[in-house]
């Protein structure tokens, strides 16, 4: 029911920073204001690791490799979820996912990802 697009990924040099948008479509933003929000990314050979999470309450949660650089924020009007990169570093190279978890009466939900590259 719920889709799940990102966009703004692209090739940027350490040190940079970079903007990932998750933009919702197939629920309402009252719905949607409801929901857990998180940001995912796999490198390749890698498993996927939670990198972000935000609640409904806008609660906030990080991976320990990109607390105090990245920033996770929603706009529930917009039904849209930002990841903020800054301070980027070659290992943050993956391909960067939204998720919405399963609840129930809401199936989980995966964006199709956008591609991130930290290179000079």
């Known amino acids: 029911q719920v889709q799940l697009v990102e966009s703004g990924g692209g090739l940027v040099q350490p040190g940079g920073s970079l903007r990932l948008s998750c933009a919702a479509s197939?629920?309402?933003?009252?719905?949607?204001?409801?929901?857990?929000m998180n940001w995912y990314r796999q490198a390749p050979g890698n498993q996927r690791e939670l990198v972000a999470s935000?609640?409904?309450?806008?609660?906030?949660q990080y991976a320990d490799s990109v607390k105090g650089r990245f920033t996770i924020s929603r706009d529930n009007a917009k039904n849209t979820v930002y990841l903020q990169m800054n301070s980027l570093k070659p290992d943050d190279t993956a391909v960067y996912y939204c998720?919405?978890?399963?609840?129930?009466?809401?199936?989980?939900?995966w964006g199709q990802g956008t591609q991130v590259t930290v290179s000079s």
């Open positions: 197939g629920t309402s933003g009252s719905i949607f204001s409801l929901y857990t």
């Open positions: 998720n919405k978890p399963w609840t129930f009466g809401s199936r989980v939900a």
């Open positions: 935000i609640t409904g309450g806008g609660s906030t």
